[in-house]
């Protein structure tokens, strides 16, 4: 007994080390395994045969004054334990959260309110995540405003591996996550991508039983609406328009004219000049109550821009420069604006809107005043600083000249047709232009325009001079997308859709030149250690000479 | 106001010899090494993002950027608060001027409240010396103010609760290096249990993932309670060890 007494250290030691290995299983396994059990019991034991060994000085000590205190300090500071503890689940379970962020970007859009709370039956969401998962807890923060915007909305969030019948009966087969949203019979499933915008959409596709056909003009060298490769393909903008419950069809517009079912018509920067009956069926679509979107690109297709004055919108034969740093992009190029809100003109479509349009190598649309039948409104505005460059061979006279526009120069116009034969329509077949080096009369274009067209007010047409929004890397820069979709929706008088959408990837390019970049490491790495370092050597000076 | 005093007083020591300013010029030194790199990075990202539409999509100054570098000055800051925290209380009780302390006119919680705020300020002073940094991104990019601001808060409120822990360390021993050491495996505790999981209580408990929000510009009252209360659960721990000092 006396040699147990002596090494009765070596108790404690033991029940320490368990202590540790215990302590690293659980962190090891994520949670308590037998193993660590077992190890856990064991040292607990060691702990207590310590005690009982060493009974007699822990019982002198305890019965001490100090050991007396001491105990009533252990007990004050459980206690005190117990309160911090208390407190954080108290507000854990009530847990209110404040987004500081400029863009309000953990916030909810309005149209995800919106959306939310426009919900007519009962939705689940059923969202099948590892427990614990980052992507899981992001989700689940992400439905706290939806639930709060809907009482027709509820949550329920499952772990596959813990309820392995549940994932079967839905079909669960992502490991990384996937949500099912239920409605009645009718459910959407998002399996790759779980953000506002997806979730938005799922819902909105969840409730809408309405589709809507735009066809996408091919043909003249259009953009590619399936292209979600290149920088300059239409594939992102096309994907969402899709999960908002439209369908996009290409038409071969030389040779199938127009066809009657498309809602709308999407014409995105063509590279080819439209020939003659193309820009005939286009004006027949428009002046029959057809709409259309038309994004033009600088310096291309002149004789269709031309062709735009028929609906009283000018396109000129020129480029958009930027001479303010502050609307350029990253300060530096001055063919790409910045649009503010300032610089919205006001109409359906840009009033939603309330951060930046983006625009790269634009081209002046403006109204024109004396045009007869149409009432054109312009949408953009260029700041004051800006004028619309007609000079593209001498570099020398690059700058605001006389004859260019300057300032608040218009560079999108959305177009209501009142009186459709003002449009001028034919119907006839039309000359093909003459060609250089063929000689005799030039050939005779079909006429692209049904026999029974018949002229009928309420077309509508957008003309943007740029196409630079809604490409692949323009889509999802401030306000591109939602100026491109909105103008879509004015299109088909949707009113419900116009509006600022969820939009997870704001302006956020960071451009510096070298010598910014070596500013950086100048005054990060050297500049401010560096002025640090000389204080510290001024104070061990100063020390030295005391 | 005597625990001000006696903050103040910590503070003024600090940056009276040239260690505090030294421990401040290496600070910067490495977090400047941190913001350089970080930034290099997001600006390759970025012209990569210019010419490739996924990246577009997915590019996010706070996530890639403001997030991050207020990740790596939390990593530093295990490691520098512990050696801050670690000369609060071990030095007084091994040169036996603690006594000398309490006996003066000034309460245990004014001590261990001024200590606890000297070390504070001086973390804070650090902290806040690297505010060209935003400014400079500020300057060129289009940063979010106010992930920057609730970054600060966080780290601050991070950096609070190691210093808390760690003054405790100081004051159950008279090393300096036992409570570097005791401190430092503590927040290396705190840091790893983050591992296991967001939704287990050991996960709760780590320090971290209450201030990961706030770098994303993010405020939780849940994180801020958290902070309140792990920061007065180890003052009053060290208030109590300090106050056995008088009787024992």
């Known amino acids: 007994m006396e040699l147990m007494h002596r090494f009765s250290w070596v108790f404690a030691a033991i029940g320490a080390l368990c202590g540790v290995v215990f302590l690293s299983l659980v962190y090891l396994y994520g949670g308590v395994t037998d193993e660590a059990r077992y190890i856990g019991i064991f040292g607990a034991v060691a702990f207590v045969g310590f005690a009982l060994l060493d009974r007699e000085q822990l019982s002198e000590g305890a019965n001490s004054r100090a050991g007396q205190r001491g105990l009533v300090s252990v007990l004050l500071v459980g206690v005190v334990a117990f309160i911090a503890i208390f407190g954080y689940r108290i507000a854990r379970d009530h847990d209110e959260r404040w987004d500081w962020t400029g863009a309000k970007r953990f916030t909810l859009s309005d149209e995800s309110t919106s959306v939310a709370a426009g919900l007519q039956r009962p939705v689940t969401i059923k969202a099948f995540f590892a427990e614990g998962s980052l992507e899981g807890k992001r989700f689940e923060e992400l439905t706290e405003g939806y639930v709060n915007a809907s009482d027709k909305l509820t949550v329920e969030m499952i772990d596959p591996v813990k309820n392995p019948i549940e994932a079967e009966r839905w079909d669960i087969v992502v490991e990384t996550g996937t949500v099912v949203i239920v409605a009645g019979e009718d459910e959407q499933r998002l399996e790759a991508r779980f953000d506002e915008t997806s979730l938005t959409e799922a819902l909105i596709r969840l409730e809408s039983g309405e589709d809507h056909l735009l066809c996408w003009a091919v043909g003249y060298g259009e953009a590619d609406p399936d292209d979600d490769r290149e920088a300059d393909g239409y594939g992102f903008a096309v994907i969402r328009l899709e999960g908002r419950n439209y369908t996009v069809k290409k038409l071969k517009l030389p040779v199938e004219g127009i066809a009657p079912d498309c809602e709308a018509l999407l014409v995105v920067r063509p590279t080819i000049d439209w020939l003659p009956n193309a820009r005939e069926a286009l004006a027949a679509w428009i002046g029959g109550g057809g709409r259309a979107l038309v994004m033009l690109e600088a310096g291309a297709t002149p004789e269709l821009a031309a062709d735009m004055e028929r609906y009283g919108v000018l396109m000129a034969d020129d480029l958009v420069l930027e001479d303010s740093p502050e609307h350029r992009q990253a300060g530096v190029d001055p063919s790409s604006l910045l649009l503010f809100e300032e610089n919205f003109e006001s109409h359906p479509i840009t009033a939603p809107l309330h951060g930046v349009i983006d625009l790269s190598y634009a081209r002046s649309v403006d109204v024109d005043p004396e045009a007869e039948g149409v009432m054109a409104r312009r949408l953009l505005s260029s700041s004051p600083y800006a004028w619309a460059e007609t000079n593209f061979d001498d570099p020398a006279l690059i700058g605001p000249n006389e004859g260019e526009k300057q300032g608040d120069v218009g560079l999108a116009v959305a177009v209501e047709v009142l009186d459709p034969t003002a449009l001028d329509v034919s119907t006839e077949p039309q000359a093909a232009p003459a060609l250089e080096g063929l000689e005799g009369a030039p050939p005779t274009l079909p006429s692209l325009v049904a026999a029974d067209w018949s002229a009928k007010p309420g077309g509508r047409l957008v003309v943007i001079g740029d196409s630079f929004p809604g490409s692949n890397v323009g889509v999802y820069r401030g306000n591109n997308g939602d100026f491109v979709y909105n103008s879509i929706a004015w299109l088909l008088d949707a009113e419900d859709e116009l509006t600022e959408r969820p939009n997870e990837a704001e302006n956020q390019l960071l451009n510096l030149s070298a010598i910014q970049q070596g500013l950086v490491v100048l005054i990060s790495m050297f500049f401010l250690p560096g002025f640090a370092a000389l204080l510290a050597l001024i104070t061990l000076v100063r020390r030295r000479r005391l | ?248």
């Open chain 2, 1 to 248: 106001m005597r625990a001000l005093a006696i903050a103040q007083r910590e503070l003024s020591s600090m940056f009276a010899s040239a260690t505090g300013w030294l421990v401040l010029t290496g600070f910067l030194a490495v977090a400047g090494l941190f913001w350089s790199l970080s930034l290099a990075a997001y600006v390759d990202y970025s012209q990569q993002a210019m010419v490739t539409p996924y990246l577009a999509s997915q590019l996010d100054m706070t996530e890639h950027l403001i997030s991050q570098y207020f990740g790596s000055i939390g990593i530093l800051f295990v490691f520098i608060c512990p050696a801050l925290s670690m000369r609060l209380f071990a030095p007084e009780v091994a040169n036996r001027t603690l006594e000398l302390l309490l006996t003066s006119p000034v309460s245990t919680a004014d001590i261990v409240l001024g200590k606890f705020l000297g070390a504070l300020g001086f973390t804070a002073t650090m902290l806040f010396a690297t505010a060209p940094f935003p400014l400079m991104l500020w300057q060129w990019g289009n940063p979010d103010l106010g992930a920057f601001v609730t970054g600060y808060l966080g780290t601050l409120l991070l950096a609070g609760a190691l210093l808390s822990m760690g003054m405790l360390a100081s004051a159950f021993t008279r090393s300096q290096i036992v409570a570097f050491m005791l401190a430092i495996a503590g927040a290396l505790i705190l840091w790893v249990l983050q591992a296991m999981g967001t939704d287990s209580w050991q996960a709760e408990l780590a320090v971290v993932p209450h201030a990961q929000d706030m770098w994303r510009g993010i405020v939780r009252l849940s994180d801020l309670t958290y902070f309140a209360a792990f920061i007065g659960f180890f003052l009053f721990a060290t208030h109590q060890r300090v106050e056995a000092h008088r009787w024992s």
